[in-house]
């Protein structure tokens, strides 16, 4: 088996990160990573990556005047790596329709909703306030809409009467950290196919259905 090359694109601490190398250690994970780049250089993650063996390299966005130079940068270090597929991981910088496009169906996000349902940031907060009784968590290929791209898997958590926007983060965070690395394999291993807006996993079974509140 071949196992792709893979970066990790991080800005802050790195905790999925961390869950994507403990996965990729298993020698039968379709994924090796090859490289863990911030935009930040004091990002709490970089650490992490080094001590687990993975190299690692800076791309300060503010040492460049423009978002294409910051992303021909980050291009010139994902070659210099042999890098052939990337995750984002807290990675907080919008990236440009032509990076994304150079790395078509190779770019993978997680993002702390059910998506399509709450877009953008303070997911967990907007759960709260709109009453539902399900969150979770989406892996998802990029697109140039930000949290627009097609679903590749999600994990679900029930919202319970006494979450605060931090008790529901920290138990999605859970679920992110078991979703990333299994929609990765996905997505690596080939059984994970793009169709359009859908994508087609081979192999997939229904699951049942996770109901909130359950009542005895």
Known sequence: M???????????RGSNMEALIQAARDPS??????????????????DKASQAGVPTAVVDHRSHPDRDGFEAAMQAQLQAHGVEFVCLAGFMRILTAGFIARWEDRLINIHPSLLPAFRGL??????LAEGVRIHGCTVHYVVPELDAGPIIAQAAVPVLDDD?????????????????????SLAAGGRARREGQRVRVAGGKPQPALVSPLLD
């Open 2 to 12: 071949t196992r792709r090359r893979t970066a990790i694109l991080i800005s802050g």
């Open 29 to 46: 994970f379709p994924a090796e990573i090859a490289l863990v780049l911030s935009n930040r250089p004091g990002a709490g993650g970089l």
């Open 122 to 127: 303070r997911t967990h907060e907007r759960a």
């Open 164 to 184: 605060t926007a931090e008790t529901l983060g920290a138990r999605v965070l859970q679920a992110e950290h078991a979703l990333y690395p299994f929609g990765l």
